[in-house]
């Protein structure tokens, strides 16, 4: 796939006046080769120091090192090609940080997957990607058995909750997960062996042979593919995103220039305590991520962030420093009586991203913390990098901020003609972090640049005099529910397979937890179909946070002249 070409400077970057002091105005992403480079260094110049915390198990830079090395070398050993995808279906545990720095450093390209995906979505991105080996965490097993014989995946690595968390303790967690919690659900996928072709070993097994092998440097370049991060597609199903080394690096680098400046008086960047409690496979946890491995801080990983009184003693326990979050993350520690009690007095950043930030939520956090809340605004297209507030910023500002170094920001109308500052058109983005294109989708990635290479975001927004830009629409149809992408055509595609339905449409409707909600307005053959058996459907076929919280039947849906359900109709509360 042809990289677009990417020009440094095409347009006066006004905004750069409003930089905080001591940010610099752009970066430089050549400055390493590849990931795998970037990664190295931190983990050798750091070795000593902790890179992440787990249920008060600690792992260092250098046991991270040694870790990756022998699952790397390990997955070299099978005999994949450079480049090959290799798929990571993990949680927040330290797993995630071993795997992922595994199939970087081995010169192999990373496919996030979401855990909770159910057999339908996760078979999707397994054939669409081409995945031949998978990093899995045993509790989703099952999962993968429905599916297994419809990919291509001939590797299989199985772990456990306790893997990483020490000998006997680890072994406790795994026993109390497996048999007095019962979260493993049965599965059939055998351990320590072949199945057919199919190697299928536990993570250990995994780690114990390649201790003794040796991990051929990655041959990986600046343009090489490091991640697939699949994003929701129009035509229903998702499609992903080609980041490559540079894109990565860049973003890593973008966000260290914005940012570092608001943890400088922690003094050494090493002692910082980043919360990463926002799943490690989505984009804006995952670049958070490895900008703290940048830094050589240390990350408290939160495997269940749903769980807010276990998430509130975490926090507790010692002085963090940065802490990004969903609005709705926000808002469920801040209905917490005993989130309240903590010592807020080293929170130097509180990032929000993901979907838009509630004033009313901002105003709370600040009284309550003391510490404002910064809001961003990416893309997984883009690193999750794109525009920021200020870290210097005292208030809430209800824009989405500056465009990042390196960035530039560009109001277009459909044509893709520039517009003038005040003027509402699509947010459009070009620079050294926005990604190369969708994976073999050739007409999908035409369609999402303009003639001049910036990148069409579908949303619609506002650029003022001084370079701040707000958000006032979504071009697109998509669905925003607690930070997540939920494409109607997708939901639509699912739900009119559940027997007894005729034609359905899905939208999003406001929702004070999550910003928003699905809504599905369901035409029925069968009349006796009732809400619960297209709830139940819906459960069997989309992970929850795709799943709608209202059902409507109607009689009909309002259409064009041709026959297209308009969806904007739906929204207006006296359609019918």
Not at 5 to 25: C, D, I, K
Not at 50 to 78: I, N
Request: with cysteine; hydrophobic share 40%.
């Amino acid at each position: 796939m042809a990289a677009l070409p990417f020009n440094a400077a095409p347009m006066t970057r006004h905004w750069l006046s409003q930089y905080p002091e001591g940010v610099a105005h752009d970066v430089s992403p050549d400055r390493y080769r590849s990931l795998s480079s970037l990664l190295e260094e931190s983990f050798k110049q750091h070795a000593k120091l902790p890179v992440s915390v787990c249920m008060e198990r600690w792992m260092s830079y250098g046991e991270l090192d040694t870790h990756s090395a022998a699952l790397g070398a390990w997955l070299q050993a099978r005999g994949l090609p450079p480049g090959e995808r290799v798929a990571i279906m993990l949680p927040n545990v330290p797993q995630f940080l071993v795997a992922m720095a595994a199939v970087v450093r081995a010169g192999y390209t990373v496919v996030n997957i979401n855990p909770l995906y159910t057999a339908r979505e996760l078979e999707h991105q397994l054939r669409d990607s081409g995945a031949r080996a998978i990093i899995i965490l045993e509790n989703f097993a099952h999962t993968l058995q429905e599916v297994i014989d419809q990919t291509a995946l001939e590797h299989v690595v199985v772990s456990s909750l306790g893997d990483m968390l020490g000998f006997w303790y680890g072994r406790w967690i795994s026993f109390a997960v497996r048999h007095l919690a019962r979260m493993v659900p049965a599965y059939k996928l055998p351990l320590e062996g072949t199945q057919g072709k199919r190697t299928i070993v536990s993570l250990r097994h995994a780690l114990a042979q390649g201790a003794s092998l040796h991990l051929r440097p990655s041959q990986d370049g600046p343009d090489s593919v490091a991640f697939l991060q699949y994003t929701g597609g129009t035509t229903g199903l998702s499609k992903g995103a080609v980041l490559t080394h540079r894109n990565i690096i860049a973003a890593t680098l973008q966000a260290e220039a914005w940012f570092s400046p608001a943890l400088q008086r922690v003094g050494d960047l090493r002692k910082v305590n980043g919360i990463a409690a926002l799943p490690l496979y989505h984009i804006f946890a995952l670049t958070l991520s490895l900008l703290c491995i940048r830094w050589g801080a240390h990350m408290t990983l939160i495997p269940n962030p749903r769980d807010i009184p276990k998430f509130v003693e975490t926090l507790k326990r010692r002085p963090f420093h940065l802490l990004p979050a969903v609005n709705t993350l926000f808002n469920a520690l801040l209905q917490n009586p005993q989130f309240r009690q903590i010592d807020f007095s080293q929170l130097a950043m509180s990032q929000a991203g993901g979907m838009a930030a509630s004033e009313g939520t901002a105003r709370q956090w600040q009284a309550v913390t003391g510490c404002p809340m910064i809001e961003g605004w990416g893309m997984s297209e883009t690193c999750a990098i794109g525009t920021n507030n200020p870290v210097n910023a005292t208030a809430f500002s209800g824009t989405i901020g500056l465009p990042l170094p390196g960035i530039d920001i560009a109001i277009k109308d459909d044509e893709g003609r520039s517009l003038a500052l005040g003027e509402t058109g699509e947010i459009c983005i070009k620079g050294p972090n926005v990604m190369r294109g969708y994976y073999n989708q050739p007409e999908e990635t035409a369609r999402a640049f303009t003639p001049d290479g910036f990148m069409r975001t579908g949303d619609l927004g506002i650029m003022d005099e001084r370079g701040y830009t707000r958000i006032v629409d979504r071009k697109k149809d998509m669905i925003l529910v607690s930070g997540f992408n939920v494409f109607p055509s997708e939901l639509e595609n699912v739900i009119s397979l559940c027997p007894g339905v005729l034609e359905c449409a899905a939208i999003g409707v406001a929702d004070d937890k999550q910003g928003e909600a699905v809504k599905v307005f369901v035409v029925r053959t069968d009349p006796s179909l009732r809400e619960e058996d297209v709830a139940r459907f819906c459960q069997e076929n989309l992970t929850g946070y795709k799943r709608p919280r209202h059902i409507e039947f109607r009689d009909e849906l309002p259409k064009t002249n041709v026959g297209k359900i308009l969806r904007r109709a739906l929204r207006q509360p006296t359609a019918h």
